[in-house]
């Protein structure tokens, strides 16, 4: 505790140090001041005082004087005012100013000791309360930041179904409120050891949610990564703005801490989730071409020339070759596979295909081997595997064939029996399989593909088809469209709505070829089924 003494009788100011000193109290230091003008130039000098000891009466600046100027500088900063008799009414004004206790002239060790010790340990008590509101607040603003953060992650992801929801969040939400977007992805490369949590504090400085221009969200691909996401009115501008703080935070990652760091950035665009699935894949291009660099996002689309052909027809020779093979010969082959496609072939043909795309067909490679064998995999393969998101958290080529060897392993440490039934006996009481037909029943309005249910459930597209024809006898297209016609039947016999207005509704792209399809399932057109409909006995 810092002390000062305010006294222009230098026997007294001097009295009361020595008594201070001699006690049993600590100070970290006591300062001394003979008038009020004296005390207030140490504390705008930088000394500032716990506790003031303050005589009432003094030239220049008196006690009351100084209690006020200090009080509008240093509100902490408590007082004991030391007066006489005759000064007590001083005294009892000073009390307009916070001032809590005295002691009266002449000073008596007791007496003043007493008080200040009761001075000390409300201080101490004031400044306990103070760090725990502090760590509360903060707990508090983290709390806050961790939702806001999830509900952010949510609508990009596209997770939150209630439209109501999203709007509601999007009005919350300020970096959610622009009309133009650049979302980058960034990864860290620390090796073994994760970054330490002041690397990510350091980070939030940089992108302060009170700006409303950028918003950082921590691990939300994996170990060592986070989302920075830009807002903005003008896309050039946005554009210039993201270059400039990604090119100086790779900087500063490498000059601050020593670390190589690898972006993928988005295009400007209206929307932040197209931006957030931009950077996204902007960011697998460290797989083919290398980490610690910027990538800007490009549409990679697959082309038909000699190097994807090559990629296409070693993926058909690998499965020609797994026929008949024994398993330790076919786990030997997959292996040699993985290593052949994304160690040794990705770098001939990285301009014209994605890694997505090499590691799903790979995926699917291994399912189609284990249908054609009845392998039970449907439990041993992970979820992120069969969705492709294993990727995200993957460093480079060489973790893309380690984490092949590890689901080969995971699926093949004991082969399962070999009844023809598994598979279709796995599916039938897959609880996902009655998620999803329950989803597609509550949606069946909405224009429901293969894609975007294997993306909403996070499922491979083939191996869903797969174990969904096993699980209903009829494929996923199949069984969608005859839901729709069945919708379409009750629709068309109440005869509220126009057949455009059905085909619409129900996800057609139009309503010839709603027709056709219509036509197809049930024999006849739309139009002649409600008018058979209007005449059956029944409504009549």
């Known amino acids: 505790m810092k002390v000062m003494v305010i006294d222009d009788e230098e026997l007294s100011r001097d009295k009361i140090v020595y008594l201070l000193k001699g006690s049993s109290v600590s100070f ?8 009020g003008r004296e005390a207030l130039d140490l504390i705008e000098g930088g000394e500032l005082p716990d506790l003031i000891l303050t005589d009432i009466r003094m030239p220049v600046l008196n006690g009351l004087e100084l209690i006020e100027a200090v009080k509008e500088r240093c509100p902490d900063t408590r007082f004991i005012v030391i007066s006489g008799y005759a000064d007590f009414d001083y005294a009892v004004k000073a009390m307009k100013y916070g001032v809590t206790d005295y002691v009266l002239k002449p000073v008596k060790a007791q007496d003043l000791i007493q008080v200040v010790e009761a001075m000390r340990a409300a201080i101490e008590a004031s400044g306990q309360a103070k760090e725990d509101n502090k ?16 509900e952010i992650y949510h609508l990009l992801t596209e997770r939150r179904e209630d439209e109501a929801e999203k709007r509601e969040a999007n009005r919350e ?6 009309d133009a977007y650049v979302v980058a992805s960034v990864r860290l490369h620390a090796g073994e050891q994760p970054v330490g949590g002041e690397v990510y504090l350091e980070m939030r400085d940089r992108f302060d949610a009170e700006t409303g221009n950028g ?3 921590e691990n939300y691909f994996g170990m060592d990564t986070f989302i920075l996401i830009f807002g903005g009115e003008d896309e050039n501008r946005l554009a210039d703005m993201a270059a400039k703080e990604t090119h100086g935070l790779r900087a500063s990652f490498r000059d601050r801490h020593g670390l190589p760091v690898t972006i993928g950035v988005s295009r400007p665009c209206g929307d932040p989730k197209t931006a957030y699935r931009q950077a996204a894949m902007a960011l697998k291009n460290r797989f083919c071409f290398g980490t610690d660099q910027i990538f800007q996002y490009a549409a990679n689309e697959v082309r038909s020339n000699n190097a994807s052909q090559s990629l296409a027809l070693k993926f058909k020779l690998a499965e020609q070759s797994l026929e008949n093979k024994s398993l330790a010969k076919a786990i030997g082959l997959l292996r040699h596979t993985a290593e052949d496609v994304f160690i040794r072939s990705l770098a001939e043909c990285r301009e014209e295909i994605s ?12 399912i189609r081997f284990c249908l054609k064998n009845d392998y ?3 439990e041993r393969i992970d979820p992120d595997v069969l969705s492709g ?4 958290e993957l460093e480079d080529r060489g973790a893309i064939v380690k984490a092949i060897e590890t689901m080969l392993e995971r699926l093949f440490r004991a082969a399962p029996g070999s009844e023809a039934d598994v598979l279709r006996n796995a599916a039938l009481n897959s609880s996902v399989i009655d998620q999803i037909i329950a989803y597609v029943s509550r949606n069946i309005e909405d224009e429901l593909t293969l894609q975007t249910i294997s993306d909403k459930f996070a499922i491979n597209p083939s191996y869903l088809s797969r174990v969904f024809k096993a699980a209903t006898n009829q494929g996923f297209v199949k069984y969608v469209t005859g839901l729709k016609i069945d919708k379409a ?7 509220a709505l126009e057949i455009a207005d059905i085909a619409h509704g129900l996800g057609f792209s139009d309503q010839q070829y709603f027709n056709r399809v219509f036509k197809k399932t049930t024999g006849t057109t739309p139009n002649e089924w409600r008018t058979k409909r209007k005449k059956s006995p029944k409504n009549a």
């Open 28 to 35: 970290e230091s006591v300062l001394t001041a003979g008038n």
């Open 135 to 150: 760590r509360i607040e903060s707990v508090s603003r983290e709390n806050r930041r961790l939702a806001m953060e999830k």
């Open 173 to 178: 939400i300020a970096i959610l409120r622009h």
């Open 215 to 217: 918003w950082m969200l």
């Open 355 to 366: 890694i997505d795309y090499l590691f799903n067909e790979y995926v699917n490679l291994v």
């Open 376 to 378: 039970d995999f449907i």
């Open 389 to 392: 998101r294993a990727l995200d």
């Open 489 to 495: 039947k009750e629709l068309l016999e109440q005869g």
